[in-house]
């Protein structure tokens, strides 16, 4: 029989029927003390009919910005209206949040384990686990993302836009940058494109610490794109929207030499082909080389440590055709959010 909006939602084993809220705790694997690890699930389910949406953050352990967006998520008062049904998971993967990394016991990556397999390594089978309770039982998702350690991203929105729906998410969610970004092989946007699940990834911050703004802006997105569904009813704010602006491609600036480094360019900043970004010392204060832009663009990742190894990557450059309205509404938000 085909089930329809009205049937109960079945997670680990527990039912939510419509006009419900359940928090679940989906048993995953044990520890060596014996200890099973648990993903934490928020699951609300609206009265009216309406899509099923998932949010996960910490898929990386070591990125916890996107767990305070779902914790501020949950206790919000706009979503008391849902429409459909809200799945939210802000830690998936436990274990690297337990161990303060980004990576699962097994040191795989859990991002690239996808969509897994129930016989596999500890990745896969965590993997197949999440794509069986959660992504399944979707109709869109958004999964929260930092900046690997030691580095920030510009809060940032990375999905397919050559997908129509996908697209149209990432302009309502409201950030200036859109990232036109490929599936990468493993990943849990390949797996639930695989499952003609629209979804997009949010990048902002850096990993093992909170960012208001990446928080706030991020909070503001996800409850945006809920709009955008028609899962929550339209806003009253006559603010215009923070406009969008995609680029089609980046690319990385890297060190000519190993040293100390002394940050000029931060993020955000509109920077000029040839311009100096950074100068590398060293350690008796002799400047060896310039980090150079290698073209007009926008800074939207940077290294934060003053330590640098030769070809290591210092400076994300995202490409526009209008980089003057690209580093406008980059202002607009910032002072948006810090005004709020």
């Not at 000519?256 to 970004?277: I, N, T």
């Amino acid at each position: 029989m085909t089930k329809t909006k009205e049937d109960p939602i079945i997670i680990g084993g527990t039912a939510i029927n419509p006009g419900e809220s359940r928090e679940i705790h989906l048993p995953t694997l044990k520890l060596y003390t014996d200890t099973t690890m648990n993903i934490p699930i928020y699951v609300k389910r609206g009265k009216k009919p309406g899509p099923t949406i998932f949010i996960s953050a910490a898929i990386h352990g070591d990125e916890l910005n996107g767990v305070e967006i779902i914790s501020r998520l949950i206790k919000s008062k706009s979503i008391n209206t849902l429409k459909g049904t809200l799945i939210a998971v802000p830690m998936v993967n436990g274990f690297g949040v337990l161990n303060q990394s980004r990576y699962l016991p097994d040191r795989r990556d859990l991002n690239r384990s996808f969509p897994g397999s129930a016989k596999g390594s500890l990745a896969g089978r965590m993997a197949h686990l999440f794509m069986q309770e959660i992504v399944s039982l979707c109709d869109f998702g958004i999964d929260l993302h930092t900046g690997a350690i030691h580095r920030s991203n510009l809060p940032q929105i990375r999905a397919n836009i050559d997908d129509e729906t996908t697209f149209a998410m990432a302009k309502a969610f409201g950030v200036p940058v859109i990232i036109n970004s490929n599936l990468r092989d493993g990943s849990l946007r390949e797996a639930a494109d695989e499952l003609g699940i629209p979804m997009l990834l949010y990048e902002a911050g850096q990993a093992l610490r909170f960012d208001e703004l990446s928080i706030s802006v991020g909070l503001k997105g996800i409850i945006n794109v809920l709009r955008h569904l028609k899962m929550l009813p339209k806003s009253r704010s006559k603010k215009l929207p923070i406009e969008p602006f995609v680029a089609y491609k980046s690319s990385w600036v890297r060190a000519a030499d190993s040293g100390f480094v002394l940050h000029k360019a931060e993020l955000g900043d509109r920077v000029s082909e040839g311009e100096v970004l950074a100068l590398v010392k060293t350690p008796l204060g002799e400047i060896s080389s310039e980090v150079k832009s290698h073209a007009d663009g926008i800074v939207i990742g940077k290294q934060n440590i003053p330590l640098v190894q030769e070809g290591e990557a210092v400076y994300h450059i995202a490409f526009f055709n209008k980089p003057k309205k690209v580093e406008a509404s980059i202002e607009t938000m910032q002072d948006r959010f810090e005004l709020e």
